[in-house]
């Protein structure tokens, strides 16, 4: 069965800050691993999305890097803003099935 | 990128009634859509996996005949949750995909909230 989890739970960091986001997983046969972010009482948005056979994807001041031999992956977000404030979640897609983390609350302060 | 609506985004209802939420695909036909279930500051957790015009595979532990899903097109899939009850409250949210199964991208509605009195 796998299992997703993500450290730190929470994060809290002054404005400007450049932070790193953990996530492991168990099963290493994956089909693709997905970050996304939630606003409190919001659906998810897509961020990113790197398929198995990726080993990084890039968009703005997000950067996500997958290792899957070793069940990591890891969420850099440059030059942080309060904007950038919600939880972040990664989803580890196997077949039919996609599993969440527990997801790290960012809180950016101006 | 792709749209999902999801609707109605909240729900008050009484106990025993039944409460239908559809999730749509609005520029994309969706071959696969997932519902899940989130409650207070935890994650989402997989309710059932459906294909259009097939029925949905439900994960270990959700009950079938509560919360019934319908995906009749491509691009609508309907979760009813029959005779609700307050420990049905909790935050239900849809994912569409174009392909089949996990190997693409996939959309997230914007959620709904369920609270049944």
């Known amino acids: 069965k796998q299992e997703v989890t993500q450290i730190p739970a929470a994060l809290s960091v002054p404005e400007g800050e450049n932070l790193v986001l953990n996530c492991s997983f168990t099963?290493?046969?994956?089909?693709?691993l997905q970050w996304f972010r939630q606003d409190p009482g919001k659906g998810l948005t897509s961020l990113l999305l790197?398929?198995?056979?990726?080993r990084e994807q890039t968009s703005g001041r997000l950067n996500a890097s997958l290792d899957k031999s070793s069940g990591r992956s890891t969420l850099y977000i440059a030059a942080s803003q309060p904007g950038d404030s919600a939880t972040y979640l990664c989803?580890?897609?196997?077949?039919?099935?996609?599993?969440f983390g527990t997801g790290t609350r960012l809180l950016v302060s101006p | 990128g792709a749209v999902v609506s999801q609707h109605p985004s909240w729900v008050i209802c009484k106990s025993g009634t039944s409460v239908k939420i559809e999730c749509r695909s609005l520029?994309?036909?969706?071959?696969?859509m997932f519902w899940y279930r989130q409650f207070p500051k935890q994650s989402l957790m997989l309710m059932a996996t459906?294909?259009?015009?097939?029925?949905?595979?439900?994960e270990q532990g959700v009950e079938k005949d509560k919360f019934l899903i319908n995906h009749a097109s491509l691009t609508l899939s309907t979760l009813t949750v029959t005779s609700a009850h307050p420990e049905d409250s909790s935050f239900y949210i849809c994912?569409?995909?174009?392909?089949?199964?996990?190997?693409?991208?996939?959309?997230f509605g914007e959620g709904s909230r369920l609270t049944v009195l």
């Open positions: 994912s569409a995909s174009a392909t089949s199964g996990t190997a693409g991208e996939l959309f």
């Open positions: 790197i398929q198995s056979s990726q």
């Open positions: 099963d290493s046969a994956i089909y693709n």
């Open positions: 989803a580890v897609g196997g077949f039919q099935k996609l599993v």
């Open positions: 459906s294909n259009e015009g097939s029925k949905a595979t439900y």
């Open positions: 520029d994309f036909q969706a071959t696969t």
